[in-house]
């Protein structure tokens, strides 16, 4: 994963997201949760079923899939529950009051009996105790034909009493509907699919957390029905801020609209409405904006960088103890081919790293690395970056650049010195390196006001371009670039309340200026901010993209899409899974954002 410091252009802005998890962790973590739903844990019914897998793994299977769909039906279903421990439960439970049975902390007033294989007698004598105290049982599928292990009739005798309603979502539901806390509807009035959520309690108050729990959220606008008379204060978990939910009681359930887009979720403080107050809730009037003005951004505007652009250096000729030189290879590739020819161990085997190993790095031989470079322009004041020890050699054509540690790109191991001015043409950038079994072979970097333009695996540094268009910026001279970029335009507008909308964008987050003011970070769907209040005129708004290093330094000739595990094989990828093109990731803002004004 990408560290959260200072190699990552955007580490003092993680706070947005760490203090949103804070803020739902305190809440979240206090009381208990209001669940009134138990469910048999059916782990030992699998335990049973284990076997020969050609004669088990049908019903393993089937009790795999529907142990995954109770518990998505539940979950989506909007009823919270807990699996009950059958080796537990006779060590927690308490017995049944008039709130339900009593398990450690919780009361449980419906148990949900999944379809098992066995079922221990102590379970069996808590839920016919459960029933004969009033307490409701669901059984889900076929009876239990074992009792611990053994072929018995007495579960079937026991659990036939209670309701059974086969494995079906809409039935099993229903007869969870008496005490559902949270109810979810569309505006066609359909249950929703995607929301989860859990209800904690603390003395005479409640937290209620709703959030999407599948990989594909819905946007859309729902009605939130919550039992019980509440008052309700909105905590925004984004910005700390704390606001009134106004909404409406209905003499059984508070209610109140909200709409949820890609990446929401409410945090909500629920406290008791006193009985005697008579004072109904009520909607708070919504001050209606009217749209004065709204267009796009001109699709072409002024920029900076604010870090030197790159040019990556991954592929050279290389030679081993002055032998001959061989044909253009990636490096990483090259490191493989010399620990062959060398009889060292490659870097991915497994070895400790060079830092905590106790053995020498004995440097028995010399590797030469040398890089084509070609300038289409003069560049003025051009630096190499690159990891390695004191001993390394440059030479650029021919001309060896003496250097010392000091400044660094990125991490204090990538030395960073300057090599000077590169005139047009072509230019041979040669390293000598001397190597051992601890000696690691990285990319190299150019660095500079250059713009760089990629055909293949063929680099070209040109003259850096004065105007950036939103769109792919790779394609605009930075195929490299791993910093952030600030993107400046010049506005004429109305007075009146400016809304940007940055629609799409690739990138760890973007933020907006007006006039040199605060930056205000545009994150989440739907991807709009407020401005505030401009008067009539122009305006400098600046909108900042902060870059990722992944075009800089990840893996960027692995070909196979469907990735998921980005571990050090994944640099060294092989046949079908390579290329030599660069395989580059798009970014910046990809279309122009619009500036709407309001009245």
């Not at 699998?46 to 076997?51: A, D, H, K, P, T």
């Not at 020969?52 to 793994?57: A, D, F, G, L, M």
């Not at 009134?244 to 409405?273: C, I, Q, V």
């Not at 290389?318 to 161990?345: A, F, H, N, S, V």
Request: proline share 5%; aromatic share 10%.
């Amino acid at each position: 994963p990408a560290p959260i410091d200072s190699h990552s252009p955007w580490y003092r802005k993680y706070p947005l997201i760490e203090d949103h998890f804070a803020r739902v962790n305190v809440a979240m973590t206090r009381g208990k949760a209001v669940v009134h739903v138990g469910v048999v844990h059916p782990i030992e019914s699998m335990f049973m079923e284990f076997g020969p897998e050609k004669e088990t793994i049908e019903k393993r299977s089937l009790m795999e899939e529907q142990f995954q769909n109770l518990t998505r039906w539940l979950l989506f279903g909007l009823q919270d529950f807990d699996f009950l421990s059958e080796a537990l439960l006779p060590e927690l439970s308490k017995g049944t009051s008039g709130e339900g049975l009593c398990v450690g902390e919780m009361k449980y007033q419906i148990l949900v009996v999944p379809e098992l294989t066995t079922i221990r007698k102590t379970t069996l004598d808590c839920l016919e105790s459960f029933g004969k105290a009033g307490g409701k049982v669901v059984l889900l599928g076929n009876l239990p034909e074992y009792l611990e292990g053994e072929k018995s009739e007495l579960p079937k005798e026991i659990l036939s009493k209670f309701e059974q309603i086969g494995f079906e979502k809409d039935k099993l539901l229903k007869a969870l509907e008496p005490v559902q806390e949270v109810k979810i509807l569309t505006k066609q009035g359909m249950p929703s699919e995607d929301l989860i959520y859990q209800m904690r309690e603390e003395g005479d108050r409640r937290f209620l957390f709703v959030v999407h729990g599948t990989g594909k959220p819905k946007e859309e606008s729902y009605e939130i029905s919550l039992k019980g008379n509440w008052i309700l204060k909105c905590l925004d978990t984004l910005t700390g801020e704390i606001r009134e939910m106004p909404g409406n009681f209905d003499g059984t359930h508070t209610w109140f609209e909200a709409a949820f887009y890609a990446h929401d979720s409410m945090l909500l403080e629920m406290t008791k409405r006193i009985e005697t107050e008579t004072k109904a809730l009520s909607k708070e009037a919504k001050k209606e904006r009217k749209l004065i003005c709204e267009r796009y951004l001109p699709s072409v505007t002024a920029y900076h960088l604010e870090e030197d652009n790159v040019l990556l250096l991954d592929q050279a000729k290389y030679r081993l103890d002055g032998g001959e030189w061989k044909e253009k290879e990636e490096i990483l590739k090259i490191d493989d081919k010399i620990r062959e020819q060398t009889g060292y161990r490659k870097r991915t085997d497994s070895f400790p790293q060079p830092w905590i190993s106790r053995e020498g790095n004995q440097k028995e031989h010399l590797v030469e690395l040398c890089f084509a470079i070609q300038a289409e322009t003069k560049i003025e004041e051009v630096f190499l970056a690159f990891e390695g020890d004191m001993d390394i050699r440059i030479f650029l054509d021919g001309v060896e650049k003496p250097w010392t540690p000091g400044a660094w790109f990125v991490d204090e191991v990538i030395h960073k010195i300057k090599l000077g001015d590169l005139e047009a043409g072509s230019h041979e950038l040669r390293v000598e390196m001397p190597f051992g079994n601890l000696t690691n072979l990285e990319w190299f970097y150019l660095l500079g006001k250059f713009g760089v333009t990629v055909s293949g695996d063929v680099c070209t540094l040109t003259p850096s371009q004065k105007q950036i268009g939103y769109g792919d910026v790779c394609s605009q001279g930075l195929p490299f670039y791993g910093g952030s970029l600030v993107y400046e335009n010049e506005i004429i507008v109305p007075k009146g309340i400016m809304e940007i909308e940055v629609g799409e964008y690739e990138g760890a987050l973007t933020e907006v200026s007006i006039d040199g003011g605060e930056w205000k970070s545009v994150v989440f769907a739907p991807y709009t901010r407020v401005l505030g209040e401009v008067e009539a005129g122009t305006h400098t708004l600046r909108i900042r993209c902060y870059g990722t290093r992944i075009n800089t330094f990840g893996q960027l000739h692995n070909c196979n899409p469907k990735e998921t595990y980005f571990g050090p094989t994944t640099w060294r990828t092989a046949g079908k899974n390579w290329c030599y093109t660069y395989r580059l990731h798009s970014w910046g803002i990809l279309k122009a954002p619009v500036i709407r004004m309001y009245r």
